[in-house]
């Protein structure tokens, strides 16, 4: 599994961003996807994840309603759709690959490079 994210940029307040990563490995499939995020002077946060057959999301409650996890086993991508975007989104995001059904920091064995949001009020 080796995961390039993309698609960060800086937004405006109540603004859409959509980010993509890719699996440029052959196991994509067998994993959980994962989004996370950490902003300045804070701790990783849990922000979405998708089952490995997309059956299943999950989302944190600061996002929820807002973002959507989506991916496409065919093309090893994963998509984390972000409308209504607030300045407290402003993070580095990371999406990951876990075995577990609902990944989390512990069980995400694989992690992607990250990609700056920035959010402007």
């Known amino acids: 599994v080796q995961l390039q994210a993309s698609g960060g940029g800086l937004v405006q307040a109540g603004g859409s961003l959509r980010l993509s990563c890719v699996d440029s490995?052959?196991?994509?499939?067998?994993?959980?996807m994962g989004w996370f995020r950490q902003a300045p002077g804070k701790e990783r946060e849990f922000v979405a994840s998708?089952?490995?057959?997309?059956?299943?999301?999950y989302y944190a409650n600061s996002v929820k309603g807002r973002f959507a996890i989506s991916r496409d086993n065919a093309k090893n991508t994963i998509v984390l759709q972000m409308h209504s975007l607030k300045p407290e989104d402003t993070a580095v995001y990371y999406c990951?690959?876990?075995?577990?059904?609902?990944?989390?920091?512990?069980?995400?064995?694989?992690w992607g490079q990250g990609t700056q949001v920035t959010v402007s009020s």
């Open positions: 990951t690959a876990s075995t577990s059904p609902v990944p989390t920091i512990e069980s995400s064995h694989y």
């Open positions: 490995g052959r196991t994509f499939s067998r994993y959980a």
């Open positions: 998708i089952s490995w057959d997309g059956g299943s999301t």
